[in-house]
Each structure stands twice: as C-alpha cells, then as structure tokens.
Nanobody
Framework: QVQLVESGGGLVQPGGSLRLSCAASGSMFSIYAMGWYRQAPGKQRELVAGISSAGSTRYADSVKGRFTISRDNLKNTVYLQMNSLKPEDTAVYYC??????????????WGQGTQVTVSS
C-alpha cells in the first residue's frame, strides 16, 4: 500500500485558483499512474485528472481547460493546479494510484483528502 497525504485545499472565491499537492510514500512512485479524485456532498467520488508515469494526462470534461495535473518524481508528489474555480468544484479532493492509466479505479487506500470550497 502507498500512503498518500493531500494538502493545499481551502476557501476560494469563484474564478480563483488553488494548487493541491499529494505526497506519496515509497520508492515506486515514478512508475505509478496517479489520479486526482473529488467527492462532493451527496455524490459519488469521481476521477477528475490522471497522469501516467510518462507524463501523459487526461481530464474529466467538467475540468478540462481549467485544471492541470503534474508530477515531480524526485519529490514523490503529484499536483493539481485548479484555475477558474466554480462553486460546483466544491468537494473533498483525494489523490490515489491508478490501477492502470486509462482506468478510473484506484489502487491504494485513501488518504484524508483536502477540502476545497468555492464560494463568495
């Protein structure tokens, strides 16, 4: 199991930006595909962005053009830059290892997540 620690959430006004970070344990980080998920109140957890070990990226339609996922293998960290935030982006955000890059299925246990609230 990979241990994951998310950070960087907070309260932001509509149109604002936040950068989330996810630190992963272990020495195998560079070979993992990674994903950012979110869960809004009363809704199922959904994958919003994924990044392969080689740096290929994919996004949910709802965040395409506004969110950017990236990774730093030297720091065992994956990031989610969120711009032009909307109230509907309000959720707890989690990262996880993807079983395979093109799958939405997580591989490891969930961390505590980080709350993002978009409100004026």
């Amino acid at each position: 199991q990979v241990q994951l620690v998310e950070s960087g959430g907070g309260l932001v006004q509509p149109g604002g930006s936040l950068r989330l970070s996810c630190a992963a344990s272990g020495s195998m980080f560079s070979i993992y595909a990674m994903g950012w998920y979110r869960q809004a109140p009363g809704k199922q957890r959904e994958l919003v962005a994924g990044i392969s070990s080689a740096g290929s990226t994919r996004y949910a339609d709802s965040v395409k053009g506004r969110f950017t996922i990236s990774r730093d293998n030297l720091k065992n960290t994956v990031y989610l830059q969120m711009n032009s935030l909307k109230p509907e982006d309000t959720a707890v955000y989690y990262c996880n290892v993807l079983r395979v890059y093109y799958s939405d299925s997580p591989f490891s246990s969930w961390g505590q997540g980080t709350q993002v609230t978009v409100s004026s």
